[in-house]
Structure formats: C-alpha cells, structure tokens
C-alpha cells in the first residue's frame, strides 16, 4: 500500500508524532523493497499522512531548515495549493549543454511513464547562453545547463493534508535499503520556529554600474534602427557581500512570507550554494492536456496609499511604451501556443497583476494540447519568453551576452517539476544566488523605443527591493 494514515494519533506533542510518521514509513519501505513484482513501476513512492494539528509547526520550510542534508529542494506554487521540501536524491539527470535540453526532458518523461503517477521530478534550466560550449561559468558549475532531482524524501502539503515521502528507485535500492533507512533515521523532526537574525550587507556591487548601464541603454536604442530586434531584457546583477555565511532558507522562510502571489523555490545542489526565488510569472502549467501560460511585461511601482496606486495602475494600462513591451510578449507566447495546442484562448485585453511592490500588465493563455505533445515539446517552444529575452528571441538572445557582463545562469530560465500527467514551471526570475556569504542578486528591464537608462534601473530596483528586504528586513 503506498499511503499510511497516522490520523488516528492526536499527541500535542509533535515530535512523538513525526517519530511515529518516521516509524511508519520505514515498514511501509520495508514492505515496498520486499516485494518483487513482475511489473513493479521504476519509481516508487510511500507516503504517511501526518496530522494537522499544527499547521506552522509542520510547515515544509521549517522542516527544511532543519535538515543536515546538504542537498534540498523547495517549491511553493503561486496560488498556495502545493507546496514541497525535499532532501536527498533518489536519481538525478543533468546536461551540460543546453541544446540537449529536449532529449534531457524526453529521457524525465520516459522514467516517467514507468513510474507511479505521483512521482515528481524538481529541477530547472538556465537562460540560454551563446557560449559554443553552452557550459556555465565557475559560480553557476553546481546547477549545470539543467538539472532535475527525484528527491529521497518530501514533506509535501497538498490539498490541506501534509505528506511524509519517501521516493524509491525499485530496481535498484533493494540494495540499498540499510543506506535509506539510515538516511531516514537521520530525518530530524527537532523543529525550530525561531527566525535567523537578519543580517547588514558589507558592501554592494551592481553589474554593470549607473554609467555603464546607461551607455548600454543608449547602445540597444541606436541599435533598434540597424536590425530587426525591438526589445531587448537588459538585466543587472547586484551582489551583496556580508560578514557571515547567508543562510538560504531563512532567506527563502522571509521571502515565502513578504512576497505573496509568487512561485517561491530553492535549489541547493550542494552545501553553501543555493538559487533561490520569489517568482510572480508562470511560463506554463498544464494538467493532462489543458495548458495555462502567461504574458507578463510592463511595469510601474505600486502607490502609497489607495488612489495613487490605481492612479498608477491606469497610467500603464495606457502607456504605449509599456503596451508595446507586453504585447511583443503575448506575440511570442501565443506563437509557441499554437503549435502544441488545438485551441488556445487568452486575454483581449491585459489586465493588472498587482504585487507586494510592484505592478505588471499581464496576459492569460489557456489551450488543449495535441495529441502526443510532451512537457519537452512545450519548453523547447516557450523557454525563453520574450519577457526575459527579447523580440525577436533569437536575434535578441545573441545580443543580451554583448551587454550584460555576467552569466545570467539559471536566472531568468525555467524552473518547476514534471510529473507523469502534470508539470508547472515558472520563470526564474526576482531571483537569487547564494554562494557563501555573496549573494547575487539577478532582475532585468524591458528596453524597447521610448525607453530610458535612469526609469528601467529604477525599475530594476524596485523589482529586487522586496528581495532585499527579506535578507536585510
């Protein structure tokens, strides 16, 4: 049986119950790898239902920030219904190359569909570079070109209920199965609501400076009369340098909790390194064959009290310039819309999407898919958008690297999970690297015609403004 139910105990006490839940999934392991089933699926997951009796004392981020594991995931949805943390790894697959992204999610959906339906694969992709090599640089080495995990255990919260999981490789940890139980047996359920102490910033770089940033704005405007580009992502890397280590999760913890209507993730492939994000924008979500994606582009700060706030939300919903930006955006998406799907609705008109500082135009996209067409097929459309990119992406992608003196890395790439008959991704952006006691910092600007160097980097500062605010509150 893959779920066991731990309802029937109601101790006030959470540690005792955790215990039992730990208790209760090592028999259910025990049963899962004595049994040798002909037909038995590759992945297999066990799960133990725990109370909710204490929904911030079970939350999974505390849970997270209490592992010694130096391998965790984290992913919230925007709309709050699923919400995952996860440590270990049960398999992982990672490319170097980013031209081989397709063949890596074909490879996922393959283990897939030999797989139990509730298996997930969490993982992500970089923003496409035009090194011939497609290899990151030194600080991005860790995340690969992409890379996605079947973590060992989760503790999911989905639908009201909260899950202890453990994911096993069926041919394979048979084996292994004193190292899980180990693994298990590590599982620290000693939960802590405490907050880390917010930390001051030493030192703070911008990548590249005012001036530069302004001679690059000048350069992109003049180049729009020579080629065909009509916008181009201009993104700033801002670093923070502090006295002691960042701690990613209590970062992750404060962003979870400033930065609502958000995909909330952290990927730490190793000790001391994180990527890390509060994410407003979907690139797509999709159920079976029913597909939801979105334009998001155009922006103004949000007002300090209720009319200018609307005050401003109707200047952008006017503003040519900002129009012009979404609407490349909505071309790009909806072109890459209707070659997977049989029909596609969106949005005659955009609306405003308002955030805890800012405020964007927006565009919703749903579709049904063809028939036969994979999660591989959908990212190699839509990843990247023109919301990150450019317009046209391709001529727009080649220029970006000329500009931006950094590896974007995972920053504005696709990060979410896949599973048999579903998938969500966002786009990783509002995001940033933890390495150490750096933290990177990544948020770009739409520049097309009308645009100005000094508005698209306060812009820029204001869209990194409630990031910051969670490291330095």
């Not at 109601?10 to 002909?38: C, G, N, Q, R, S």
């Not at 992982?92 to 030999?114: A, F, G, M, P, T």
């Amino acid at each position: 049986m893959e779920n066991h139910n731990l309802s029937q105990l109601t101790d006030k006490t959470y540690t005792p119950i955790f215990e039992a839940a730990k208790e209760a999934l090592v028999h259910e392991i025990k049963m899962a790898l004595a049994e040798k089933i002909a037909a038995a699926p590759l992945f297999h997951r066990v799960a133990v239902l725990i109370p909710s009796s204490s929904p911030e004392t079970i939350s999974p981020l505390n849970w997270l920030s209490a592992q010694e594991n130096q391998q965790k995931f984290y992913w919230g949805d925007r709309d709050n219904l699923f919400e995952s943390a996860a440590i270990g790894q049960c398999a992982s697959l990672e490319i170097e190359n980013l031209d081989e992204r397709h063949q890596l999610v074909e490879k996922i959906e393959k283990l897939l569909s030999q797989s139990s339906d509730s298996i997930r694969f969490y993982g992500g992709m970089r923003f496409p570079s035009d090194s011939k090599s497609g290899a990151n640089s030194a600080e991005w080495q860790a995340f690969g070109a992409a890379k996605f995990v079947l973590p060992r255990f989760e503790l999911i919260s989905e639908a009201g209920q909260t899950w202890f999981v453990c994911n096993l490789n069926l041919q394979t940890d048979r084996a292994a199965k004193d190292n899980i139980l180990r693994e298990l047996k590590s599982v620290c359920f000693e939960l802590s609501g405490s907050e880390v102490a917010v930390q001051e910033f030493e030192v703070r770089t911008d990548l590249p400076l005012f001036e530069g940033w302004q001679s690059n704005v000048r350069a992109i405007l003049d180049d729009f009369s020579r080629s065909k580009i009509e916008k181009i992502v201009l993104a700033r890397q801002s670093i923070f340098k502090f006295k002691d280590s960042c701690d990613a999760l209590a970062i992750m913890k404060r962003l979870s909790k400033t930065t609502p209507n958000c995909f909330h993730y952290l990927f730490q492939p190793a000790k001391d390194i994180s990527f890390i994000g509060a994410s407003p924008e979907r690139l797509y979500k999709r159920i079976d064959r029913s597909i939801e994606s979105e334009a998001v582009a155009g922006t103004r700060r949000r007002g300090r009290d209720e009319i200018e706030d609307a005050n401003l939300g109707d200047e952008l919903l006017s503003d040519d310039k900002e129009k012009r930006e979404h609407q490349y955006v909505v071309q790009n998406i909806k072109s890459a819309l209707e070659n997977v799907c049989e029909n596609i609705e969106f949005d005659k008109q955009e609306s405003l999407f308002k955030l805890a500082r800012v405020q964007h135009l927006v565009t919703r996209f749903t579709g049904t898919l063809k028939e036969s067409v994979t999660d591989a097929r959908i990212l190699s459309l839509l990843h990247p958008t023109s919301a990150v990119g450019g317009f046209p992406s391709k001529l727009a992608q080649k220029r970006i690297s000329e500009y931006e003196p950094f590896d974007r890395g995972w920053y504005a790439g696709a990060i979410g999970w896949i599973g048999r008959n579903s998938a969500e991704f966002a786009v990783g952006i509002r995001s940033g690297l933890v390495t150490g006691k750096k933290l990177s910092l990544y948020s770009g600007a739409g520049i097309v015609r009308g645009s100005t160097p000094r508005r698209e980097w306060d812009e820029i500062e204001s869209k990194i403004g409630s990031f910051l605010n969670a490291v330095t509150g």
